[in-house]
């Protein structure tokens, strides 16, 4: 190509010294083609598409066809208003044809002038002009290119130079260019047959190096040895031994395992060749084969390579393209021994030409574009860049007035689209792997919103031509034209390979529509259509794309197709393996963005039997993902539903098998023997603190055994209980202000775990302890042996007396052995009815804390009035006492012959009425309605409830399971063994089966979708039954259309007796004037 070029511009540079305009051969070449002339052009204005046979031009018709092509080029100002002007023309000639058009204008533009402008230059000479047009069609392997086609565009062609060079234009330069583009046109036609099984060859052997290699046979059984120099490499190359560096890392004695794939073949031979240190070609080596499987397609190979060149352009040193074919040769005749011949050698050398071609173009440009773009941006400041973010929507509008209907933000936010478009060009050039991944990411992200990608071509060509504006350098402009159009061709391609019939589907939200566009899919392959569109090495799930769009009516759709069984004669399918392997956390997601589609998930986990025996049926629940994950630990489903806290999906069947499952198998044992600890420590409590103290009031003796007793239980309590729960405390609390989990509602730093009722009562129990431990008798009194006045460890003696302690004590050793039985609570969740009456028992008291608080109110406020009046009560003369007999009043507690005596201070007898009247028959009846509708309310979901404290602390004991007891329990579910669905009939694995009463659910129809028919995974399912929607939108239709026909059919019958009654009127008419007229002439 590079010798192509130095032609052209030699002969380029001829014409211009020997200008013919003014030469004296000018005449001589505006005037007629004479008859030879003629009858050698005739034959080139056909199109030829049999061969590409060289195109032999007279030399007079080559120089006027130059003149009469620079000549329209040097009309315009700017080459690329010239481009634009081709374009237009072609672009306007077929309209049904713009769809071949699929980059941008200004760029495509310029394409098209540059490839015509080296054709014209290079007519004088056929083998280059043929070398030329052949690399030029194989950029056009992927567009339909027809003999009509290419007349369309020659004769646009020829309608631009009759208007904008008249009389210039000449006869020879007229057919001459019209022989240059049909020639062109028919070498594309020829070229996309004749390298359509080149292409196939190119695949299959490619398929078999990269893809195939473990099955293909050893280095020294080739047999495809035509080039003797080759051989003994590749003899040499079986025995290399290890590299010495790495024969000492692996062992002494180590040798080279045989490379299988391509790449490890490749960088062996690199290796061996002596190139191992030509870092350049690992980055080839990186994007070959999307080179390679992309070789019909000139768009996506054009992408690669121009990505690559970004790539080569880090490189320091010299790149010699050349070496990597050497290479890439020599491993394929090794992976492909017993295929390769020389078909395959000219396939490959034809194959790397045009890459090489392709990549000469762009080395070396790349680092000064970069440089030359990063200096424009700089520069730019702020006012200038907001001028240009508006003058490219303005002129994008004016290009593509419908993209005003897709650009909905506000102007600030369609600025910093266009900043950042901006940033990415200069990006593009510095890291341009990363940005590769960062739009594929982007451009399947906007796949959902159904952007149209006509609307990139516009886009590209206004910010060109704003840019043109701001700077005068043709290498900026150049720069940032070519990133720009490489990101558009990136997101171009993510939407078209990202579009398919599913999202768009998912666009519509119609569950009619998703249904349509699945039933096409392979019935092997359904189940990933709904869940993975990959483009690259990015991926996006349409699942999650129609939940988090809003499209829920066809997300519900997607998950009951999923969960559907369907069968033929050979297989089951059933999507539950490939939506909780591609999605995990299905069950968070859906908890957190669709909590309407957890019951349909979790019901599509279930299938019941229709055959009923002896009042059961068989019931199969496919839990195994809701129990462990793909590593095979503790699957998160549970604690994400605890976090939910929905009553209601926890009590759905297949969670509460689930959560039975593990609960009776493997979590109440190590539940019950943690809390084991804790029973032994309330039993040590209450002995310690209630069984053997010591009290005035019941006379009981001390005993050296019962003292001795006490002071165990004691020390137990203080260091056993007590330390325990610092411990546990000081974890907790670490955890919090590791995980930044700390709340500052109240303005104060609280940890999290603080909010749980198990956690605060032992954050609290701890702190009574502390108070225990230093009230403690057994300190004060100091007793450590017996003596004549006092045992030992005696907590009894006029110390603790005097000072108060033992009162003080003795309170908070009440509170303590109070918590120690709350916490005891827990040991409701071994029955479901215990532990429900428990949680309903604490909800109701907030509705008794408001009653409490009310009543302490009306104390306060009648006490205060009471004091207040003038009586002559001595027994109730202070506020205190007063408060007390109006709480004893309260509660029934107030001695009777009080009352009596209120009847001389009628005063505060009428006061302590009132008081009465409020508190017994507003504030009690108040509380009992407040607690029959706070019952009510939770009445029906208080086995939710229930169900939910199970499973945190389910969630809670299997973090401390080990690996092996939980493999143990895993291997006891026998996961994977088949379950039957009905007797003989061997069905899905990954579940649990059991049976249930037949009245628990009426099952009439078998959920199970069976066809006949073919039962290759490669072909779809056949048509399902039409739902009772679609009967009746045929029966609509066809109503409509019968009254349209029945409607038709009237107005034929009276447009017909209309002209009948018409032609009758005419024929009357004119027997009427036949008989006037024979009586007149009678007459």
């Not at 907030?846 to 306060?860: D, I, K, R, T």
């Not at 579940?991 to 069976?1010: F, L, M």
Request: proline share 3%.
């Amino acid at each position: 190509m590079s010798e192509a070029e130095e032609d052209s511009s030699e002969y380029a540079e001829e014409s211009e010294e020997e200008d013919p305009s003014t030469g004296p051969d000018s005449e001589d070449l505006e005037s007629e083609p004479d008859d030879e002339e003629m009858e050698v052009l005739k034959k080139y204005l056909s199109v030829n598409d049999k061969s590409l046979d060289d195109l032999e031009l007279p030399p007079k018709v080559v120089k006027s066809t130059v003149r009469a092509w620079d000549s329209f080029v040097g009309v315009f100002e700017r080459k690329e208003s010239a481009a634009d002007a081709i374009y237009g023309a072609f672009f306007d000639a077929a309209p049904n044809l713009q769809g071949m058009f699929r980059a941008p204008r200004a760029t495509m533009g310029l394409r098209i002038l540059t490839g015509i402008t080296s054709f014209v230059h290079a007519a004088h000479d056929a083998t280059l002009l043929r070398r030329q047009v052949e690399a030029v069609a194989f950029n056009h392997l992927d567009l339909d290119v027809t003999a009509p086609r290419v007349e369309i565009f020659r004769e646009a062609t020829m309608e631009v130079f009759d208007l904008e060079l008249g009389a210039l234009f000449g006869t020879r330069a007229r057919m001459g260019l019209s022989s240059i583009m049909t020639y062109a046109g028919g070498a594309y036609i020829f070229c996309r047959k004749e390298y359509a099984g080149r292409i196939r060859l190119l695949l299959r052997s490619w398929n078999t190096a990269a893809k195939k290699g473990d099955d293909v046979d050893q280095i020294e059984d080739l047999d495809s040895k035509s080039d003797e120099e080759e051989e003994e490499e590749e003899v040499a190359q079986e025995r290399v031994e290890v590299d010495p560096t790495k024969s000492q890392e692996g062992g002494k004695n180590s040798q080279l395992k045989v490379p299988t794939t391509f790449d490890e073949m490749f960088l062996f031979n690199a290796a061996v060749m002596g190139y191992s240190n030509s870092t350049w070609m690992k980055f080839i080596l990186e994007y070959f084969d999307p080179i390679v499987t992309n070789v019909a397609n000139s768009y996506r190979l054009q992408e690669a390579c121009d990505v690559l060149s970004l790539n080569l352009a880090k490189c320091k040193g010299e790149i010699n393209l050349p070496e990597f074919k050497a290479v890439m040769l020599a491993s394929l005749r090794s992976l492909v021994p017993k295929e390769w011949n020389s078909q395959h050698e000219v396939a490959w050398n034809w194959l790397w030409e045009n890459v090489e071609r392709l990549l000469t173009k762009q080395l070396g440009k790349p680092r000064a574009q970069q440089k030359a773009l990063e200096r424009f941006v700089v520069n730019l400041s702020q006012d200038a860049l907001t001028g240009y973010c508006r003058d490219v929507y303005k002129r994008f509008f004016q290009l593509a007035p419908s993209g005003q209907d897709f650009f909905k933000q506000s102007t600030t936010r369609l600025f910093f689209i266009a900043e950042k478009i901006v940033e990415m060009t200069v990006e593009m050039y510095r890291t341009p792997k990363k940005m590769v991944e960062e739009l594929s990411g982007l451009g399947l992200r906007h796949v959902g919103y159904g952007v149209p990608t006509e609307l990139f071509s516009p886009y590209v060509t206004a910010a060109v031509e704003i840019v043109r504006g701001f700077t005068t350098d043709d290498t900026t402009e150049t720069a940032f034209a070519w990133s720009l159009t490489l990101i558009a061709k990136i997101m171009v391609r993510t939407l078209v390979e990202g579009s398919t019939v599913v999202m768009q589907a998912i666009n519509t939200n119609i569950e009619k529509n998703l249904k349509k566009a699945i039933a096409v899919a392979p019935r092997g392959k359904r189940a990933m259509e709904l869940l993975n569109i990959t483009v690259g090495t990015q991926s996006i799930s349409p699942l999650y794309w129609a939940i988090e769009s809003g499209s829920l009516v066809c997300a519900q759709a997607m998950i009951e197709d999923l969960l559907t069984i369907r069968a033929d004669r050979d297989n089951y399918y059933y999507g539950a393996d490939a939506l909780f392997t591609r999605h995990p956390e299905v069950i968070k997601k859906l908890s957190s963005s669709a909590p309407s589609l957890l019951e349909t998930l979790l019901e599509g986990l279930v299938w019941r039997s229709r055959v009923i025996s002896n009042g059961t049926r068989r019931v199969n629940c496919y839990c195994k993902h809701l129990m462990q994950d793909v590593d095979g630990n503790p699957h998160q489903a549970l604690q994400w539903l605890v976090e939910y806290g929905n009553p209601v999906i926890i009590s759905q069947f297949t969670i509460v098998l689930v959560a039975d499952l593990i609960w009776t198998r493997l979590a109440a044992y190590h539940f019950l023997l943690g809390r084991c600890y804790f029973l032994f420590t309330l039993c040590v409590a209450v002995t310690s603190q209630s069984f053997l103290s010591y009290s005035k009031a019941s006379k009981t003796p001390e005993t050296l055994e019962s003292n001795t007793v006490v002071f165990v239980c004691r020390i137990f309590l203080y260091l056993g209980s007590m330390g325990k729960i610092l411990y546990g405390q000081i974890r907790c609390f670490q955890a919090d202000c590791r995980n930044g989990d700390i709340d500052r509602s109240f303005y104060i730093p609280i940890p999290q775990y603080l909010f749980s009722l198990k956690e605060a009562g032992n954050f609290l129990l701890l702190w009574i302890l502390v108070c225990m431990c230093i009230e403690e008798p057994l300190w004060h009194c100091g007793v450590w042996s017996t003596t004549e006045t006092a045992l030992i460890f005696s907590t009894h003696c006029e110390t603790v007396e005097e000072n108060g302690s033992k009162r003080r004590y003795t309170g908070f050793s009440c509170v303590a052995i109070l918590l120690y039985w709350a916490l005891l609570l827990d040991f409701s969740i071994f029955s479901m009815h215990i532990s429900a009456y428990v949680l309903v028992f604490g909800r109701v008291l907030s509705e008794v804390a408001l009653f409490v608080m009310a009543l302490a109110f009306v104390v306060v406020a009648f006490a205060t009035s009471i004091m207040a009046l003038e009586h002559d009560f001595v027994e109730m003369a202070s506020m205190d006492e007063w408060l007390l007999s109006l709480t004893e009043m309260s509660l029934g507690m107030f001695h009777p012959d009080y009352y009596r005596s209120l009847n001389s201070e009628s005063n505060v007898l009428i006061v302590v009425i009132i008081f009465m009247l409020i508190v017994s028959i507003i504030l009690v009846n108040l509380l009992v309605a407040q607690l029959n509708q706070a019952y009510q309310h939770v009445y029906t979901d208080m086995q939710g409830y229930a169900r939910l404290n199970r499973a945190s602390v389910i969630v809670a004991t299997l973090e401390g399971i080990s690996n092996k007891r939980w493999g143990r329990f895993l291997r006891g579910m026998n996961f994977e063994e088949r379950l039957e669905f009905n007797e003989g009939d061997v069905g899905l694995a990954g579940g649990v089966q059991i049976v249930e009463p037949a009245a628990a659910h009426i099952v009439t129809v078998d959920s199970i979708r069976r066809f006949g028919g073919s039962s290759a995974p490669t072909m779809p399912w056949p048509d399902e039954e039409d739902s009772m929607e679609d009967r009746f939108d045929r029966l609509e239709k066809l109503i409509v259309s019968s009254v349209k026909k029945m409607g038709k059919g009237r107005s034929k019958k009276k447009k017909t007796k209309d002209n009948g009654s018409s032609v009758l009127a005419s024929l009357s008419g004119a027997t009427d004037e036949g008989s006037d007229g024979s009586g007149s002439g009678s007459d």
